[in-house]
């Protein structure tokens, strides 16, 4: 079998049906493809539909029990019943052009190890309108023909994802090849919720080695469907995103919640070129500065600094990568908008100077990136201390930037010139007290 198609679904035998009607229609040829579906316990008449057109597709349908709403399990229950090289996945109430199994086919026959998104037109739809009602799965629209509101959201922004290609990768419509997704063994069945599920099985199919594209061919209708409100689907989206990080501690997963999704790219490209030379180094000025500190620092978290010999005896949470063969085990590279941390782990956290780059940008936006930065850092520690090295910083800026930390945790300001030279030293300190 050339291709496999998997579906997962549960009580929507009607859009079922839709997508099954669909794929009756493919030019790709029906001895080389089969239809694979997952039944996540429906109670409605799912069974039937499955029945209906079983008489002429290559239909193969699997029952998985429920626990909860989960699609990651019933997505890989249908994954691996299916037989072929290729495997495509698409959510249950899709509308699949004739030219779909076909677009994502020959994708792969010219793009080696890679795996393909297609275009969703429709994904965020939630009202049947006059276009919507006059879909027949039959006889699909041309491409042309879709109304500039449901076009997909991700189209033309193929360039703002290149550091970051997994960003694009949803799980409504995709294609890999069956033996990549075996090798990173298909969705991570512990999540729960909406969101990331998807974006978490992309991200590890790129650090697998595997190549992303977005193909704007092997493009589907999503029908509108009801669904959680924005609001609720974004709560348990956000608690996705931590466990992906958490899963990974990468640098690249950090940035969920500091910007906007289209502008995820440039922000972490912007950062990375930030921390990519200068790295701020702890010396014995700092040292000497933290010694009136030393009572409740038994349990304290370097933060901002590059390693060297001075860090070797903290935990060390870096902005600046070192190589694998020199990074301490107790160093973690991060810009510190998600730690891998519990709330209060830390006695004190001792902060670099490092968060003035961000406010020097003359951006807006990177001071409220800043404000996530000590957000973070007052969530899992009890006490900052905070290093200033530059004057430009007003104290009211200052202020405005640490008031969310500061309600939760003490905080107080060292200034001191980032340098290996003790005598410049500044033994002025401002403690901004926690309200």
Same mark, same amino acid.
């Given at each position: ?6 579906? @997962? ?12 009607? /669909? %794929? %009756? ?13 997952? *039944? ?14 079983? *008489?002429?597709?290559?239909?193969? +349908? ?5 626990? @909860? !709403? ?44 890679? $795996? ?16 919507? /009602?006059?879909?027949?799965?039959? *006889? ?7 109304? *500039?509101? $449901? ?6 922004? $193929? ?8 960003? !694009? ?22 999540? =729960? #919720? ?7 099985? #992309? ?17 589907? %209708? ?41 502008? $995820? ?5 912007? %950062?990375?070129? &930030?921390? +990519? ?26 933060? #901002? ?5 001075? =860090? ?12 694998? +063969? ?7 590279? /991060? ?5 891998? !941390? ?17 406010? !020097? ?19 899992? #520690? ?9 004057? +430009? ?7 405005? &930037? ?26 002025? =300190?401002?403690?901004?007290? @926690?309200?």
């Amino acid at each position: 079998m050339k291709v496999s198609v998997a579906i @997962a679904t549960r009580n929507r035998a009607k859009h079922l049906s839709l997508t099954l009607e /669909s %794929l %009756l229609k493919q030019r790709f040829h029906r001895n080389d493809f089969e239809v694979v579906v997952c *039944d996540h316990v429906s109670e409605d008449n799912t069974s039937e539909i499955l029945k209906a057109f079983g *008489d002429c597709l290559s239909l193969k +349908s699997v029952m998985e029990p429920f626990e @909860a !709403f989960d699609v990651s399990t019933p997505k890989n229950r249908a994954i691996s019943n299916c037989t072929g090289e290729l495997i495509v996945v698409v959510d249950c109430g899709v509308i699949c052009p004739p030219h779909f199994i076909e677009s994502h086919f020959e994708f792969h026959l010219r793009t080696p190890n890679s $795996y393909m998104a297609g275009e969703i037109h429709g994904w965020d739809a939630e009202v049947m309108d006059a276009f919507w /009602s006059s879909i027949n799965p039959a *006889d699909c629209p041309e491409r042309s023909q879709i109304p *500039d509101q $449901y076009t997909d959201v991700r189209a033309n922004r $193929y360039d703002s994802i290149k550091s970051v290609p997994w960003l !694009f990768f949803w799980g409504c419509n995709f294609s890999v090849p069956r033996e990549a997704l075996q090798k990173v063994k298909g969705f991570d069945q512990s999540f =729960t #919720g909406w969101g990331w599920d998807d974006l978490e099985l #992309g991200y590890r199919l790129h650090t697998s080695g595997l190549d992303f594209h977005m193909s704007p061919e092997a493009w589907c %209708l999503h029908m509108p469907h009801p669904r959680k409100s924005h609001d609720a689907r974004m709560k348990e989206a956000t608690v996705n995103w931590r466990k992906t990080y958490n899963l990974h501690k990468k640098v690249d997963l950090e940035l969920w919640q500091i910007c906007h999704y289209f502008e $995820y790219g440039k922000t972490y490209e912007k %950062l990375l070129k &930030l921390f +990519s030379e200068d790295p701020i180094v702890m010396t014995e000025s700092h040292l000497q500065a933290l010694e009136s500190y030393k009572e409740n620092m038994n349990s304290s978290l370097l933060w #901002g600094f590059a390693q060297n010999d001075l =860090t070797r005896e903290f935990s060390l949470l870096s902005p600046w990568q070192t190589g694998h +063969s020199e990074q301490h085990e107790s160093t973690i590279h /991060s810009f510190g908008f998600c730690t891998p !941390f519990q709330d209060n782990e830390f006695d004190t956290i001792v902060i670099s100077s490092y968060w003035e780059r961000l406010l !020097f940008q003359a951006s807006e936006h990177m001071k409220i990136v800043a404000s996530y930065m000590f957000e973070e850092a007052s969530r899992i #520690g009890k006490r900052l201390l905070i290093f200033q090295n530059s004057e +430009s910083v007003s104290s009211t800026d200052l202020q405005s &930037l640490l008031s969310d930390a500061s309600r939760r945790t003490t905080c107080k300001v060292v200034k001191i010139a980032d340098s290996s030279s003790s005598n410049l030293l500044q033994t002025s =300190t401002s403690p901004i007290n @926690a309200g």
